[in-house]
């Protein structure tokens, strides 16, 4: 590494292609490798391609075969997608729990060390946003279609469990007693949704904005490596962790886009009677797809950003929907009172090791986790490409709290109301299906037919969104870091995002969303283990206030 001198506010030289040069003092690498040298430049058929022929190559070929597989023997795949999740999580839970813990504390240690002194982008770096900027958009990328499909039907089967006390209670449950029961089911449900999640997406967010902004790399997942591995990143080192970025960023897209579809469908049909069927799944992946091709056609500006903005203030409305119609005196003093469940069973929820709750550690924590991990990759560039300018105490203390409250009041919202309706004598949000709670809790609810369509769009918006950041991001890691490469490349990531979720959808499900994620999430889990000294090295070698 070579320390580099401060630079002017306006200068506007380019460390590499897409990144700004830090402003101020910041501790540049000196390294010989220019990004896109060993892309692939051509315009043959009809069309720009420019793209890393190594990771392009062996990933669309992996996700091609798979695709391939999985439609044609969707009977044969099932069983050994369950067996594949079975195994995993009966054996290597642990590891999830052990590695999000790790992503947590380093988060909060690093807040109150010198380190976090470090400004992202150099000594004299400005933000690009605002505060209510910032936060709003921490506040979307918070916001996604698990929230929609998790928000009522996590809190209402965690109450169900706790309340009979089996092994799928998280805990051990509080059987026979229903505030204990209460307590404990929203505790567990912002557990999933609450720090370790966001831990997660810091570190990741963090380590991308530090080697890039400040040390002038790509912004890839390699780039943040470079402490361990030097000039080998980029070699097959850096190319195995980008094509395992990518695998992982894939599935789990694919794994929400699947809840989605079968939500909408669910949806659909209880508000229009159409068949809730895989044949419906499909087309509505399909058009959904289509409709998503059109906002990568047209472009970041116009495309996702109009419909993030619209997602966000329909969220918003049914949010204070909730709150003001549903049991509103409950939702506000649930809020406190949940936040003080969750800190009192924090430790207890993470512990890895000696849990007599299996079912709950293995069914749910397990995959959240690698769910989570799975998506770091693209909720960390995202992040890590609006916080430039902030320092890492600023940028650790607003990732993990703004993101986490939003969550909390989301889940109080709309988990105390379903709740309050099952211990009121509605028991049809228990009975319902998982894609259907939503809409059987909001069925008790004044406007119904108006808030279900409102949630039914939510979902397909979320749906469209993701595929098109998702593939922008899988576009740039298989363009070698180039954040403007052509746009027939994101068309054929945001096809391939959709051709995933169909194959996993007909080939065993829920369970097979589910192993794909925990299969894809766990080689991503040892390498963000790496990360994690990686990223203190990259802060040490870094000056600060």
Request: one cysteine or more.
């Amino acid at each position: 590494m070579s320390q580099t001198p401060g630079n002017n506010d306006n200068e506007k030289d380019q460390t590499s292609e897409g990144i700004p040069a830090p402003t101020g003092k910041a501790n540049l690498i000196d390294t010989d490798y220019v990004i896109g040298q060993d892309n692939i430049q051509t315009d043959k058929f009809g069309f720009s391609v420019d793209l890393h022929g190594k990771v392009f190559t062996v990933s669309s070929l992996v996700i091609l075969l798979f695709v391939i597989v999985t439609l044609a023997l969707p009977e044969q795949m099932a069983p050994i997608f369950n067996g594949a999740k079975s195994f995993l999580t009966d054996n290597l839970s642990w590891l999830f729990l052990f590695a999000a813990n790790i992503f947590v504390i380093l988060a909060v240690v690093l807040i109150f060390t010198p380190l976090s002194r470090v400004r992202i982008g150099g000594m004299h770096a400005k933000p690009d946003f605002s505060y209510a900027g910032w936060f709003a958009m921490l506040f979307a990328a918070g916001m996604g279609i698990g929230l929609m499909f998790y928000g009522v039907s996590e809190p209402i089967t965690h109450f169900g469990t706790s309340m009979t006390g089996d092994s799928w209670a998280p805990l051990g449950g509080a059987e026979g007693n229903q505030a204990g029961a209460q307590s404990l089911a929203m505790a567990a449900t912002i557990f999933h949704w609450g720090l370790h999640p966001w831990g997660i997406y810091a570190i990741v967010a963090l380590s991308l904005a530090l080697f890039s902004y400040n040390k002038g790399l790509p912004l890839t997942m390699r780039s943040i490596f470079y402490p361990i591995l030097g000039e080998r990143i980029w070699g097959w080192p850096g190319h195995v962790i980008d094509i395992l970025a990518v695998f992982a960023t894939l599935f789990g897209l694919a794994t929400s886009l699947g809840l989605g579809a079968s939500q909408a469908s669910a949806g659909l049909n209880y508000l229009f009677g159409t068949p809730n069927t895989d044949v419906t799944m499909v087309i509505l992946i399909i058009g959904i797809t289509l409709v998503a091709l059109l906002s990568v056609m047209l472009g970041v500006d116009k495309g996702v950003q109009r419909l993030s903005q619209i997602n966000m203030a329909l969220a918003f409305l049914l949010l204070l929907f909730v709150i003001f119609v549903g049991p509103t005196m409950l939702i506000a003093t649930g809020f406190i009172e949940n936040m003080g469940s969750y800190l009192k069973n924090l430790p207890g929820l993470a512990m890895p090791f000696g849990r007599e709750d299996s079912d709950f550690v293995h069914g749910w924590t397990a995959f959240y986790w690698a769910w989570w991990i799975s998506w770091s990759p693209f909720v960390g560039m995202f992040i890590a490409r609006v916080s430039r300018g902030r320092t890492v105490r600023e940028f650790l203390i607003a990732v993990l709290l703004v993101p986490t409250v939003v969550s909390v009041i989301w889940m109080t919202a709309f988990g105390d109301t379903a709740i309050s309706q099952l211990t009121n004598g509605f028991d049809g949000v228990k009975d319902a299906a998982l894609e259907l709670q939503l809409f059987t809790m909001l069925g008790q609810l004044p406007l119904s037919s108006i808030t279900s369509f409102v949630g039914i769009v939510l979902v397909m918006v979320f749906f469209i969104t993701s595929s098109d950041s998702g593939s922008l991001v899988i576009d740039s890691i298989t363009a070698g870091g180039k954040v403007d490469a052509p746009k027939p490349q994101r068309v054929f990531w945001a096809l391939i995002e959709g051709a995933i979720a169909i194959a996993l959808l007909l080939g065993g499900g829920l369970t097979a969303l589910q192993a794909a994620v925990i299969t894809t999430g766990l080689p991503f889990t040892l390498v963000l283990l790496a990360a994690c000294y990686a990223i203190i090295q990259g802060l040490r070698s870094e000056p600060r206030y």
